[in-house]
């Protein structure tokens, strides 16, 4: 089968899954995950959905993910727009039967405790300050694969300037890499202008201003401005103000005017405001983010890194990490790297440590060790859901000693950065294996990349070590290994022990 219709029949097969065409509102992916607007939920087959071999795990949020891992999602959205599309326009597409109408493909029990989870977890996310965090993070989200791209030219580019390889053609990496970053005050302005109701073109028409050359002959709180000065902390406010000004205005001008005064009232107003207070403001908010980082690093090292490693995982499961993508933007736009970033995929490499451990501590339990064997790699590759939500954290202990592994791999990069060795990215969004082509830093390319796999490392072995010793109880041990060819009336049992276990923990 070609890979053209290899996507198009993963989209194929998840159609009919989750209610058909007829139940799909919404399609749009980031960088790992199929994200659906549902009418019913009701509708989605979800052990069917994730016993596709290409599915590895969904995720319920304010929409329906469905995580086909990176590379993957890309090839396998358009098909499935694609198919929705033809649905609707042939109107022979009728939401499929609710998924207790007909048997499972398959039950495993730790999938199921993960989908009680993240059901909880959407409920406790449902708060305005976390909905605010979610926007945020839809206006940087759509960005990400830009800045993936441009920071591995820019990493590339480098290596090459070091190495003094191809003079004529490294002036020219330089400028691709770098052109994005150059203008990601607009792009933000845009996507802040649609996610908050506004006309998206106004929006980066205001945040333009930013970016702009001659913004240097302006002079504000005694000084002159700086192009680029806020970044994209400056764009955010400076968008946000433009959609309240439009709102108002479109409240207040008579219709026959409105295409000439709305656009015009709009772009003035949070033209000046940015100008004279705005780009100000936002420029000593983004100079403080990065000395705050800086400091951190350099006087806490290794205890920052280990909260950071240690609590990230926890702050992705309360929607709290969404704060950190200004921030790591605003790292990049003003050193080049974020130093952040690597430390917290070392969450990642704990997660994998845990999942090796587990495997060999749950020798009988073939349903636990064949979800491990699945959801590994893509672990290894930064994509941990599958790990997460249907292994560790519905086993309850797992998911803290996992934490325990990435707390340790998060300690050791922090102390290199304490030491002067700042690991950095040149992009969000990658993490583990992934990672490597985007890593940057102040002392090289190679000890760059030789503490992040150390740091890696570190966390593989932490992670393994905690999980295995600490991760369970005798009685889990006991209960999860019980063994797999029970006779028919008995087989419910242990499938009961697990919940207990789960409530234990």
């Known amino acids: 089968m070609s890979e ?41 087959q979800e052990e069917a959905l994730k016993a596709l071999p290409a599915v590895m795990g969904v995720v319920e949020d304010d ?10 999602v890309n090839r396998v959205t358009p098909e499935f727009e694609a198919l929705v599309e033809e649905g609707r326009a042939d109107a022979r597409e009728e939401p499929a039967a609710p998924a207790g109408g007909s048997d499972p493909v398959t039950a495993e029990e730790l999938a199921a405790q993960g989908a009680a989870l993240r059901a909880e977890r959407k409920a406790r996310n449902a708060t305005p300050f976390k909905l605010f ?83 240097a002959d302006v002079e504000a709180f005694g000084q002159h401005l700086s192009p680029g000065q806020g970044g994209v902390l400056g764009a955010l406010a400076a ?28 772009v003035l107003v949070s033209g000046l405001a940015t100008l004279f207070g705005l780009m100000f403001l936002a420029g000593e908010v983004s100079t ?19 909260l950071l490693g ?57 349903s636990i060790r064949t979800t491990i064997k ?12 599958p790990l997460i939500y249907g292994v560790s954290l519905p086993l309850g202990r797992p998911f803290v000693t ?27 969004g990658p993490s583990g294996w992934a990672l490597f082509p985007l890593l940057d830093g102040n002392h090289g390319l190679a000890r760059t990349i030789a503490v992040y796999a150390a740091g890696l490392l570190v966390g593989y072995v932490a992670g393994f070590v905690a999980t295995y010793w600490f991760g369970f109880t005798r009685t889990m041990l006991e209960e999860l290994n019980a063994a797999p060819d029970e006779p028919a009336p008995a087989a419910p049992a242990p499938v009961a022990a697990e919940e207990r276990v789960a409530e234990k923990v």
């Open 4 to 44: 053209e219709n290899k996507h198009r029949a993963t989209a194929a097969a998840i159609l009919p899954l989750v209610g058909g065409a007829a139940n799909v509102t919404s399609v749009a992916h980031c960088m790992t995950r199929l994200r659906l607007g549902l009418r019913d939920r009701s509708l989605v």
């Open 63 to 72: 929409t329906y993910q469905i995580v086909l891992g990176p590379g993957t």
């Open 133 to 215: 965090l979610r926007r945020i993070a839809n206006i940087f989200v759509p960005l990400i694969p830009a800045l993936i791209g441009c920071g591995i030219i820019a990493g590339l580019n480098g290596l090459l300037v070091n190495l003094g390889w191809l003079p004529g053609v490294t002036p020219a990496l330089a400028a691709i890499a770098s052109g994005f970053m150059a203008l990601i005050a607009v792009f933000v302005g845009y996507n802040t202008a649609k996610e908050f109701g506004g006309t998206p073109i106004l929006g980066g028409a205001v945040a333009s201003i930013i970016v702009y050359a001659k913004v």
């Open 239 to 266: 968008a946000c103000l433009g959609v309240y000004v439009e709102k108002r205005c479109r409240r207040w001008v008579p219709e026959s005017v409105d295409v000439l005064v709305t656009p015009t009232v709009t």
């Open 288 to 306: 403080w983010i990065g000395d705050a980082a800086d400091w951190l690093l350099a006087h806490g090292g290794a205890g920052a890194g280990f």
């Open 310 to 366: 240690g609590l990230f995982l926890p702050l992705v499961m309360l929607g709290l990490h969404q704060a950190l993508i200004p921030i790591h933007t605003t790292l990049i736009e003003g050193s080049g790297f974020t130093v952040l970033l690597p430390i917290l995929a070392m969450a990642g490499a704990g997660q994998v440590g845990a999942a090796l451990a587990i495997y060999l501590r749950l020798p009988r339990n073939t």
């Open 374 to 385: 699945s959801a590994l790699w893509p672990g290894f590759l930064g994509v941990g859901e």
């Open 402 to 428: 996992a934490c325990a592994g990435g707390a340790f791999g998060g300690a050791f990069v922090g102390l290199f950065n304490q030491l002067g060795t700042d690991v950095g990215s040149t992009a969000i």
